[in-house]
């Protein structure tokens, strides 16, 4: 049960915005804890951000803290990126992934046990 799928990737210029969406089936969306990775080109998975199931939580790593932000709105099953003043090195395949049970490490993808299929993010310079 649970099933994520993102959408909202695409190509933006340096500077540049673009919001991204995960949609969760399944009724208990609502006690799950969130976040998005992201994996570029020749590099490992990486944290990006996350956000608690109520929605008061929210983590962001240092690349992207005061330029991302995390949001969710369970009554629409659904996770938000809203990414400003996008970097070249943005560029990569985001993840959104759900936590449902155990401790919550937020920054460690082990952590998280559904994922989405991904959705591609290129920022031109």
């Known amino acids: 049960q649970g099933h994520l799928v993102e959408s909202g990737g695409g190509l933006a210029q340096a500077g540049g915005s673009l919001r991204l969406s995960c949609a969760a089936s399944g009724r208990t969306f609502s006690q799950w804890n969130m976040g998005w990775f992201r994996q570029g080109p020749g590099k490992e998975r990486e944290f990006v951000a996350a956000i608690s199931r109520s929605g008061e939580s929210t983590y962001y790593a240092d690349a992207v803290k005061g330029r991302f932000t995390i949001s969710r709105d369970n009554a629409e099953n659904t996770m938000y990126l809203q990414m400003n003043s996008l970097k070249p090195g943005d560029t990569a395949v985001y993840y959104c992934?759900?936590?449902?049970?155990?401790?919550?490490?937020?920054?460690?993808?082990?952590?998280?046990?559904?994922w989405g299929q991904g959705t591609q993010v290129t920022v031109s310079s």
């Open positions: 992934a759900a936590h449902r049970w155990g401790t919550f490490n937020y920054y460690y993808a082990s952590t998280y046990d559904v």
